[in-house]
């Protein structure tokens, strides 16, 4: 008999089915026993009877998590006894053969068969392999997934060719402390805190590029959204006519992975309740400006042209109040803040042509034009109290001729965690890495 998966089985009614999972929750209701069984595709109630001897004594041993093979028959669920939160609350199987496949070895460290957990976010990360299997938690990744493929889908659709690009670097790629120091045969390497220069040089041979790849920050950050590998959804594209463009592509882009989530993962979004408004029209705002609004109607001043987190969320919340965008665009960071590859804006040089994406109160993604000037480059780098010589073999990509080009690096996890409402950017990911956190 071939496997049936458990989302079938309203479609089975009447109908012989064998199913296999783990054993979810057990339940004893005087000589019945109910199993919900669990497998990638939902969860189904399964009845035990008595008369059915072998299933029955095999059904005594289970526990949580015992991965089993059952056959039966589907049955409608008894009126009132149907549960309407899950698409099988309708039906339930009464089991005629149950196969043991594995056995838990030790007794669970938490359980896991709740709808909420509700667990401290450290037990939650220390029994991963555990508390994956929640099907709240499984949902985060199930979204993610989704999030992934849209990116492909909208980048390959827009002529964007996919590129890989090493992570083991021999120079600390933009300079900074941010770097993981590894020791590399007899010498010493860095992990790539960013694409950059290499999606730069893709963009001088395929004029539009996208990757998919890990990131490393050495950040010793302690917050909600920050770990130390991450997942960057980068882009770069050739021959723009202005930095407009880049946001444009990346408007569309989270326009089609937030119309794409929507559709696939109902579900999973019902279950965090989270809601979603449309992309469409995203404003787009300097920062100057960002900061006027901040001062005039959320009395905050900053102390220098740049925006903190606290600012980040407000700026959000006005976004959300005045032009019904979850998003919000700023733009003409000034050169102290940005990269020394960052385009210098024409009608104000203390400005960069860059923008910052933000989402519900949080920067998912920076951006901007890059200089494309060979001469003036080697200018900029100098003007940042940078050393040309360092950064020789990214200046090759300047000597043979480079369109005008720019791009994005867009965060991975920071667009589930703020689609669901996570707390931490950590419950976004399989097994963070943060300063303290290098196992399971
Ligand atoms: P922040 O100011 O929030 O620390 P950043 O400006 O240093 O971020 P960028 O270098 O602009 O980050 O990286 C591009 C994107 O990658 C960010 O907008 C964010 O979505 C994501 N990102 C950056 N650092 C981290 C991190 N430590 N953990 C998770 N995601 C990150
Ligand atoms: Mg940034």
């Not at 993604?365 to 040309?388: C, F, M, T, W």
């Amino acid at each position: 008999m071939r496997r049936n998966l458990i989302n079938e089985t309203p479609n089975l009614i009447g109908q012989k089915v064998k199913l296999a999972g783990w054993v979810n929750v057990r339940r004893d209701h005087g000589k019945l026993i109910f199993i919900d069984l669990r497998d990638r595709s939902g969860i189904i109630q399964m009845v035990i009877i008595p008369d059915k001897e072998d299933a029955y004594a095999a059904a005594k041993e289970l526990r949580s998590e015992y991965v089993i093979e059952a056959e039966g028959l589907v049955k409608k669920r008894p009126g009132g006894a149907a549960n309407e939160k899950i698409s099988t609350g309708g039906v339930e199987v009464e089991v005629e053969k149950i196969k043991i496949l594995s056995a838990p070895t030790v007794e669970l460290p938490v359980d896991i068969s709740e709808d909420d957990l509700n667990l401290h976010l450290e037990t939650l990360l220390d029994n991963r392999v555990l508390t994956l299997r929640n099907k709240k938690v499984k949902a985060i990744f199930t979204v993610y997934s989704e999030i992934l493929k849209a990116y492909t889908d909208f980048m390959k659709a827009e002529d964007f060719t996919e590129i890989k690009t090493p992570k083991i670097l021999s120079a600390a790629t933009e300079g900074g402390a941010n770097f993981f120091k590894i020791s590399y045969f007899e010498r010493e390497a860095f992990l790539a805190q960013s694409p950059q220069f290499y999606k730069q040089a893709g963009a001088g041979i395929f004029e539009r590029v996208f990757e998919i790849g890990t990131v490393f920050r050495a950040e010793p950050h302690f917050t909600t959204r920050h770990v130390n590998e991450y997942t960057g959804l980068d882009a770069e594209m050739s021959f723009i006519e202005n930095f407009s463009e880049i946001m444009d592509e990346l408007e569309m882009t989270m326009a089609y992975i937030i119309k794409e989530v929507q559709k696939n993962c109902a579900e999973e979004l019902e279950m965090y309740k989270a809601e979603l408004l449309p992309v469409k029209g995203i404003p787009r705002i300097r920062l100057t400006e960002a900061l006027e609004i901040l001062d005039k109607e959320y009395g905050k001043k900053m102390e220098t042209v740049d925006i903190d987190s606290e600012g980040e969320r407000l700026i959000c919340e006005w976004a959300k109040k005045n032009h019904n965008s979850d998003f919000i665009f700023l733009t003409h960071y000034p050169t102290n803040v940005r990269p020394f590859y960052s385009m210098p804006s024409k009608e104000d040089p203390r400005f960069t042509e860059t923008f910052d994406l933000l989402f519900k109160g949080l920067e998912i993604a920076s951006g901007g034009q890059r200089i494309h000037d060979y001469n003036q480059l080697v200018e900029n780098i100098k003007k940042h109290h940078l050393n040309p010589d360092d950064f020789e073999h990214y200046l090759d990509i300047f000597k043979f001729g480079m369109p005008p080009h720019g791009g994005w690096g867009l965060g991975s996890e920071r667009i589930v965690q703020k689609m669901l409402g996570l707390k931490s950017i950590k419950e976004a990911l399989l097994f963070p890495r943060d300063v303290k956190r290098l196992t399971p």
